[in-house]
């Protein structure tokens, strides 16, 4: 196929279409070099190692669950306490490896700012785990 010649009568219209061919041989010529270079990439080098045994150490931290009425009563444990203990026992518990999580156990009707001054008082004796239980089930209002 001649793009140009002598004859000036002859017109013809200039082509339109693009020639995939060089494209398809280079793609091949590609996909050859990575046929052979392949295998190559996953050499190893064998290497005979110790073997060792090992158990995970699993210890779940200890946690106190402190729940408060709508009337402000607090339950460490269950066991009744007064407001003012909270301090002192949160620092007791707050020197413990591995440092013990406070669950926080409020009843639905209970103004937040008793909560607030829970978790202000445990922040404030060093216990970082802090986490609060609820009950999906309880149907709401």
């Given at each position: 196929m001649s793009f140009g010649s002598f004859n000036?009568?002859?017109?013809?219209?200039?082509?339109?279409?693009?020639?995939?061919?060089p494209l398809v041989d280079v793609m091949l010529v590609l996909l050859v070099i990575f046929i052979?270079?392949?295998p190559l990439l996953t050499h190893s080098v064998k290497i005979d190692l110790p073997k060792a045994s090992s158990n995970p150490n699993i210890t779940k931290p200890e946690h106190i669950e402190l729940?408060?009425?709508e009337d402000g009563s607090l339950y460490w444990n269950?066991?009744?306490?007064?407001?003012?203990?909270l301090p002192a026992r949160f620092a007791v518990?707050?020197?413990?490896?591995?440092?013990v999580e406070l669950h926080i156990k409020a009843d639905r009707l209970?103004?937040?700012?008793?909560?607030?001054?829970v978790m202000s008082a445990a922040a404030n004796a060093g216990l970082v785990?802090?986490?609060?239980?609820?009950?999906?089930s309880a149907s709401h209002e």
């Amino acid at each position: 196929m001649s793009f140009g010649s002598f004859n000036s009568q002859k017109q013809r219209p200039p082509m339109a279409e693009i020639n995939v061919v060089p494209l398809v041989d280079v793609m091949l010529v590609l996909l050859v070099i990575f046929i052979i270079t392949a295998p190559l990439l996953t050499h190893s080098v064998k290497i005979d190692l110790p073997k060792a045994s090992s158990n995970p150490n699993i210890t779940k931290p200890e946690h106190i669950e402190l729940a408060i009425r709508e009337d402000g009563s607090l339950y460490w444990n269950g066991e009744l306490v007064p407001k003012a203990s909270l301090p002192a026992r949160f620092a007791v518990e707050a020197k413990k490896q591995p440092q013990v999580e406070l669950h926080i156990k409020a009843d639905r009707l209970l103004h937040y700012e008793n909560v607030a001054q829970v978790m202000s008082a445990a922040a404030n004796a060093g216990l970082v785990r802090i986490g609060f239980v609820t009950d999906p089930s309880a149907s709401h209002e």
